[in-house]
Structure formats: structure tokens, C-alpha cells
């Protein structure tokens, strides 16, 4: 059986699965997304004799993992600035030094430039927006906010090389 049949037939077992992770049905689809993405850009890391469904599940995890100590090391903190000017921003938000604050400025001058049709579900995104929520005011189908979205990141990522 081809790879993309059997990540294919996978497809409601991990959806299951990724409910169970995330509780959130807009999240577990975009858990699903992401496996299978992930999955397909590594099949050729695949080893026949591998437990395929083990592979993948693992995958799924390790997405999850990495997603949930990426918001846990976001997490916001209470301001304690006179103006409230660092209101729900991440703890190292950058702006106590100058070169913070250049590189904040940078970051949006670069998100600024996309086009209006890139910027607007990046920046709401961004903002906590989920998809459907974005795709709902924009008027716009879930598939076509998502990759808008992803290929923001991927443009201002590019923009910005030079701050990894």
C-alpha cells in the first residue's frame, strides 16, 4: 500500500486523537494539518518495517508537545508599568533594551508591508483570533485564511533572518 493511501486511512484515527489531545475541535484539526504535513515532508525518513501508525501517532505527539511549550513560555505576565504599555505582552517581550525595541519596530514595519490580504489574518492571528473566526470577518474560506497565515510566517520569517 503507497504511503499517502495509508496516512489517508489514518486520517479519522488521528483526528480522534488529536481531539483527545486538545479538546478543541478547530485545534485538533489544525494538529491534523500539521501531522500530516509533517508526515508527507518525512516519508522518505519512513522505514518499511516501522510500525506505520506508531510513526505517525508519534508525530501527532510530538507536535502537540512542542505546541504546548511554545505557549507555555509565551505566557503573559501582569504590568506593572505606570502606562500599562507592556499589557499582556510575554514576559521577554524585548522592549526593556533598545535593541529590543528597534527589533519590535522592525517586526512591524516587515508585517506592515505584506499586502492587505496577508496582513489582516496574520496580524488577527496573531492577535489570538482562531481561523474560523478570521475566516468568518474576512469572509473567506478556512483553507485560504490558513495559508495567507502560513505564508505570512514564511515571508516574515525571511524578512527577519537576521534575528535568529
Same mark, same amino acid.
Given at each position: 500500500?503507497?504511503?499517502?493511501?495509508?496516512?489517508?486511512?489514518?486520517?479519522?484515527?488521528?483526528?480522534? %486523537?488529536?481531539?483527545?489531545?486538545?479538546?478543541?475541535?478547530?485545534? *485538533?484539526?489544525?494538529?491534523? $494539518?500539521?501531522?500530516? @504535513?509533517?508526515? =508527507?515532508?518525512?516519508?522518505?525518513?519512513?522505514?518499511?518495517?516501522?510500525?506505520?501508525?506508531?510513526?505517525?501517532?508519534?508525530?501527532?505527539?510530538?507536535? %502537540?508537545?512542542?505546541?504546548?511549550?511554545?505557549?507555555?513560555?509565551? *505566557?503573559?505576565?501582569?504590568? $506593572?508599568?505606570?502606562? @500599562?504599555?507592556? =499589557?499582556?505582552?510575554?514576559?521577554?517581550?524585548?522592549?526593556?533594551?533598545?535593541?529590543?525595541?528597534?527589533?519590535?519596530?522592525?517586526?512591524?514595519?516587515?508585517?506592515?508591508?505584506?499586502?492587505?490580504?496577508?496582513?489582516?489574518?496574520?496580524?488577527?492571528?496573531?492577535?489570538?483570533?482562531?481561523?474560523?473566526?478570521?475566516?468568518?470577518?474576512?469572509?473567506?474560506?478556512?483553507?485560504?485564511?490558513?495559508?495567507?497565515?502560513?505564508?505570512?510566517?514564511?515571508?516574515?520569517?525571511?524578512?527577519?533572518?537576521?534575528?535568529?
Amino acid at each position: 500500500m503507497k504511503f499517502q493511501a495509508r496516512l489517508l486511512d489514518l486520517q479519522s484515527n488521528l483526528l480522534n %486523537f488529536a481531539y483527545m489531545l486538545t479538546s478543541n475541535r478547530d485545534d *485538533a484539526y489544525d494538529l491534523l $494539518q500539521d501531522t500530516t @504535513l509533517k508526515a =508527507l515532508d518525512n516519508e522518505d525518513k519512513y522505514v518499511e518495517n516501522v510500525n506505520f501508525k506508531g510513526w505517525v501517532f508519534t508525530i501527532m505527539r510530538n507536535i %502537540f508537545i512542542n505546541n504546548y511549550r511554545k505557549v507555555v513560555r509565551s *505566557a503573559t505576565v501582569i504590568d $506593572q508599568t505606570e502606562d @500599562l504599555y507592556h =499589557l499582556n505582552l510575554p514576559q521577554e517581550s524585548g522592549f526593556e533594551t533598545p535593541e529590543g525595541t528597534v527589533a519590535a519596530g522592525e517586526i512591524s514595519a516587515a508585517i506592515n508591508s505584506f499586502s492587505e490580504e496577508y496582513r489582516v489574518p496574520f496580524t488577527m492571528h496573531v492577535a489570538g483570533y482562531k481561523y474560523n473566526e478570521i475566516a468568518e470577518k474576512m469572509n473567506l474560506p478556512l483553507g485560504t485564511v490558513k495559508s495567507r497565515i502560513f505564508f505570512a510566517r514564511q515571508r516574515l520569517q525571511k524578512m527577519l533572518k537576521d534575528y535568529r
